[in-house]
T-cell receptor, first 114, second 113 residues
Framework: GNSVTQMEGPVTLSEEAFLTINCTYT??????LFWYVQYPGEGLQLLLK?????DKGSNKGFEATYRKETTSFHLEKGSVQVSDSAVYFC?????????????FGTGTRLKVLA | ETGVTQTPRHLVMGMTNKKSLKCEQH?????MYWYKQSAKKPLELMFV???????ENNSVPSRFSPECPNSSHLFLHLHTLQPEDSALYLC????????????FGDGTRLSIL
Protein backbone atom coordinates (compact mmCIF):
# COMPACT_ATOMS: atom_id res chain seq x y z
CA GLY A 1 0.00 0.00 0.00
CA ASN A 2 0.89 3.67 -0.09
CA SER A 3 3.14 5.10 2.59
CA VAL A 4 5.06 8.23 3.56
CA THR A 5 8.31 8.32 5.53
CA GLN A 6 9.76 11.54 6.87
CA MET A 7 12.76 12.27 9.01
CA GLU A 8 12.48 12.07 12.77
CA GLY A 9 12.74 15.28 14.73
CA PRO A 10 13.15 17.48 16.46
CA VAL A 11 15.23 19.56 14.11
CA THR A 12 16.83 22.53 15.88
CA LEU A 13 18.31 25.36 13.83
CA SER A 14 19.54 28.87 14.38
CA GLU A 15 17.71 31.73 12.70
CA GLU A 16 18.72 32.21 9.03
CA ALA A 17 20.00 28.63 8.73
CA PHE A 18 19.13 26.41 5.75
CA LEU A 19 16.38 23.87 6.32
CA THR A 20 15.85 20.47 4.76
CA ILE A 21 13.23 17.99 5.97
CA ASN A 22 13.37 14.72 4.07
CA CYS A 23 10.29 12.91 2.84
CA THR A 24 10.06 9.78 0.72
CA TYR A 25 6.98 7.91 -0.41
CA THR A 26 5.78 4.67 -1.90
CA UNK A 27 2.68 4.71 -4.05
CA UNK A 28 1.11 3.10 -7.05
CA UNK A 29 0.07 5.33 -9.89
CA UNK A 30 0.49 9.08 -9.76
CA UNK A 31 -0.12 10.51 -6.30
CA UNK A 32 -0.24 14.18 -5.41
CA LEU A 33 2.18 15.26 -2.71
CA PHE A 34 1.71 17.86 0.02
CA TRP A 35 3.47 19.53 2.91
CA TYR A 36 1.35 20.68 5.83
CA VAL A 37 2.42 22.81 8.80
CA GLN A 38 0.93 22.73 12.29
CA TYR A 39 1.58 25.65 14.63
CA PRO A 40 1.00 25.19 18.38
CA GLY A 41 -2.67 25.00 19.25
CA GLU A 42 -3.82 24.86 15.64
CA GLY A 43 -4.80 22.35 13.00
CA LEU A 44 -2.82 21.35 9.93
CA GLN A 45 -2.50 24.01 7.25
CA LEU A 46 -1.57 23.23 3.68
CA LEU A 47 1.89 24.72 3.03
CA LEU A 48 2.51 23.61 -0.55
CA LYS A 49 1.62 20.91 -3.05
CA UNK A 50 2.78 19.23 -6.26
CA UNK A 51 0.57 17.13 -8.46
CA UNK A 52 2.97 15.56 -10.97
CA UNK A 53 6.60 14.60 -11.44
CA UNK A 54 9.08 17.50 -11.55
CA ASP A 55 6.50 19.97 -10.23
CA LYS A 56 7.89 22.36 -7.65
CA GLY A 57 5.54 23.56 -4.92
CA SER A 58 6.45 26.77 -3.14
CA ASN A 59 4.98 29.06 -0.50
CA LYS A 60 6.32 31.49 2.14
CA GLY A 61 9.92 30.75 1.11
CA PHE A 62 9.48 26.98 1.40
CA GLU A 63 9.96 24.73 -1.64
CA ALA A 64 9.65 21.05 -2.47
CA THR A 65 10.15 19.24 -5.79
CA TYR A 66 8.25 16.09 -6.75
CA ARG A 67 11.02 13.62 -7.71
CA LYS A 68 9.55 10.47 -9.17
CA GLU A 69 12.92 8.85 -9.82
CA THR A 70 13.86 9.01 -6.13
CA THR A 71 10.26 8.97 -4.82
CA SER A 72 11.04 12.01 -2.72
CA PHE A 73 9.49 15.36 -1.84
CA HIS A 74 11.98 17.07 0.46
CA LEU A 75 11.03 20.37 2.07
CA GLU A 76 13.60 23.19 1.92
CA LYS A 77 13.90 26.80 3.01
CA GLY A 78 16.92 28.97 2.49
CA SER A 79 16.70 31.02 5.69
CA VAL A 80 14.45 30.00 8.56
CA GLN A 81 12.87 32.35 11.07
CA VAL A 82 11.78 31.82 14.67
CA SER A 83 8.19 32.02 13.42
CA ASP A 84 8.78 28.87 11.32
CA SER A 85 8.92 26.79 14.51
CA ALA A 86 6.16 24.22 14.05
CA VAL A 87 5.52 20.59 13.14
CA TYR A 88 5.74 19.76 9.43
CA PHE A 89 3.85 16.84 7.85
CA CYS A 90 4.51 15.28 4.48
CA UNK A 91 1.43 13.70 2.88
CA UNK A 92 0.18 12.13 -0.30
CA UNK A 93 -3.16 11.44 -1.89
CA UNK A 94 -3.38 8.43 -4.14
CA UNK A 95 -6.10 6.49 -5.88
CA UNK A 96 -7.10 3.32 -4.03
CA UNK A 97 -10.35 1.32 -3.92
CA UNK A 98 -12.31 3.78 -5.99
CA UNK A 99 -11.39 6.94 -4.13
CA UNK A 100 -8.45 9.12 -3.14
CA UNK A 101 -6.81 8.08 0.12
CA UNK A 102 -4.70 10.45 2.15
CA UNK A 103 -1.56 9.22 3.90
CA PHE A 104 0.38 11.40 6.36
CA GLY A 105 3.91 11.11 7.64
CA THR A 106 4.58 11.15 11.36
CA GLY A 107 5.55 14.82 11.43
CA THR A 108 8.87 16.57 12.04
CA ARG A 109 9.11 19.21 14.75
CA LEU A 110 11.24 22.23 13.84
CA LYS A 111 12.62 24.58 16.50
CA VAL A 112 14.30 27.75 15.34
CA LEU A 113 16.39 29.61 17.90
CA ALA A 114 16.96 33.36 17.80
CA GLU B 1 -17.07 32.47 7.37
CA THR B 2 -14.71 30.29 5.37
CA GLY B 3 -12.77 27.06 5.86
CA VAL B 4 -13.36 24.36 8.44
CA THR B 5 -14.64 25.34 11.90
CA GLN B 6 -14.59 23.08 14.93
CA THR B 7 -16.34 23.64 18.24
CA PRO B 8 -15.63 23.61 21.06
CA ARG B 9 -11.90 24.33 20.93
CA HIS B 10 -11.36 22.79 24.36
CA LEU B 11 -13.42 20.22 26.25
CA VAL B 12 -12.89 18.68 29.67
CA MET B 13 -15.20 15.83 30.60
CA GLY B 14 -15.54 13.03 33.08
CA MET B 15 -15.57 9.43 32.00
CA THR B 16 -19.33 9.12 32.47
CA ASN B 17 -20.31 12.27 30.56
CA LYS B 18 -21.81 12.49 27.10
CA LYS B 19 -20.68 15.29 24.82
CA SER B 20 -20.45 16.05 21.11
CA LEU B 21 -17.81 17.64 18.92
CA LYS B 22 -18.99 19.67 15.96
CA CYS B 23 -17.35 20.40 12.63
CA GLU B 24 -18.64 22.66 9.88
CA GLN B 25 -17.08 23.30 6.48
CA HIS B 26 -17.82 26.19 4.14
CA UNK B 27 -15.74 24.97 1.19
CA UNK B 28 -18.41 23.11 -0.76
CA UNK B 29 -16.64 19.80 -0.17
CA UNK B 30 -18.46 16.47 -0.14
CA UNK B 31 -16.13 14.35 2.00
CA MET B 32 -15.39 14.85 5.70
CA TYR B 33 -12.99 13.13 8.09
CA TRP B 34 -12.29 12.74 11.80
CA TYR B 35 -8.68 12.29 12.94
CA LYS B 36 -7.20 11.72 16.38
CA GLN B 37 -3.85 13.33 17.16
CA SER B 38 -2.10 12.13 20.32
CA ALA B 39 1.28 13.22 21.62
CA LYS B 40 4.17 11.31 20.05
CA LYS B 41 1.85 9.25 17.81
CA PRO B 42 1.05 9.49 14.10
CA LEU B 43 -2.17 11.07 12.97
CA GLU B 44 -4.92 8.44 13.23
CA LEU B 45 -7.77 8.44 10.73
CA MET B 46 -10.98 7.54 12.59
CA PHE B 47 -13.91 8.00 10.21
CA VAL B 48 -14.54 9.06 6.63
CA UNK B 49 -17.84 10.31 5.25
CA UNK B 50 -18.41 10.70 1.55
CA UNK B 51 -21.66 12.23 0.32
CA UNK B 52 -22.99 11.86 3.88
CA UNK B 53 -22.39 8.12 3.91
CA UNK B 54 -19.80 6.58 6.20
CA UNK B 55 -17.24 4.89 3.98
CA GLU B 56 -14.49 4.16 6.45
CA ASN B 57 -14.33 3.26 10.12
CA ASN B 58 -10.86 2.38 11.28
CA SER B 59 -11.60 0.04 14.19
CA VAL B 60 -12.67 2.89 16.41
CA PRO B 61 -14.28 1.92 19.76
CA SER B 62 -18.05 2.26 19.89
CA ARG B 63 -17.79 4.97 22.55
CA PHE B 64 -17.10 7.26 19.57
CA SER B 65 -20.14 7.69 17.35
CA PRO B 66 -19.97 9.89 14.23
CA GLU B 67 -22.88 11.59 12.53
CA CYS B 68 -23.00 13.43 9.21
CA PRO B 69 -26.45 15.01 8.70
CA ASN B 70 -25.40 16.85 5.52
CA SER B 71 -22.27 17.52 3.51
CA SER B 72 -21.37 20.63 5.54
CA HIS B 73 -21.66 19.24 9.07
CA LEU B 74 -19.98 16.44 10.94
CA PHE B 75 -20.37 15.46 14.58
CA LEU B 76 -18.51 13.14 16.88
CA HIS B 77 -20.63 11.96 19.80
CA LEU B 78 -18.68 10.87 22.85
CA HIS B 79 -19.79 8.71 25.76
CA THR B 80 -18.08 6.76 28.51
CA LEU B 81 -14.62 7.80 27.37
CA GLN B 82 -11.34 6.59 28.84
CA PRO B 83 -8.30 8.65 29.91
CA GLU B 84 -6.38 7.41 26.84
CA ASP B 85 -8.96 9.17 24.66
CA SER B 86 -7.50 12.53 25.70
CA ALA B 87 -6.13 14.00 22.47
CA LEU B 88 -6.61 16.65 19.80
CA TYR B 89 -9.51 15.71 17.51
CA LEU B 90 -9.19 17.15 14.04
CA CYS B 91 -11.84 17.44 11.39
CA UNK B 92 -10.96 17.74 7.71
CA UNK B 93 -12.81 18.03 4.43
CA UNK B 94 -12.03 17.46 0.78
CA UNK B 95 -13.68 17.09 -2.60
CA UNK B 96 -14.42 13.44 -3.32
CA UNK B 97 -12.74 11.91 -6.39
CA UNK B 98 -10.62 14.99 -7.00
CA UNK B 99 -6.92 14.79 -6.23
CA UNK B 100 -6.73 17.89 -4.05
CA UNK B 101 -5.55 18.40 -0.48
CA UNK B 102 -7.63 18.05 2.63
CA UNK B 103 -8.48 21.17 4.62
CA PHE B 104 -8.33 20.96 8.40
CA GLY B 105 -10.03 22.71 11.28
CA ASP B 106 -8.09 23.84 14.35
CA GLY B 107 -9.26 20.86 16.36
CA THR B 108 -10.90 20.21 19.70
CA ARG B 109 -8.50 19.57 22.59
CA LEU B 110 -10.24 16.89 24.65
CA SER B 111 -9.22 16.04 28.22
CA ILE B 112 -10.80 13.13 30.06
CA LEU B 113 -10.67 13.32 33.85
Amino acid sequence: GNSVTQMEGPVTLSEEAFLTINCTYTATGYPSLFWYVQYPGEGLQLLLKATKADDKGSNKGFEATYRKETTSFHLEKGSVQVSDSAVYFCALSGWASGTYKYIFGTGTRLKVLA
Amino acid sequence: ETGVTQTPRHLVMGMTNKKSLKCEQHLGHNAMYWYKQSAKKPLELMFVYSLEERVENNSVPSRFSPECPNSSHLFLHLHTLQPEDSALYLCASSQERVNQPQHFGDGTRLSIL
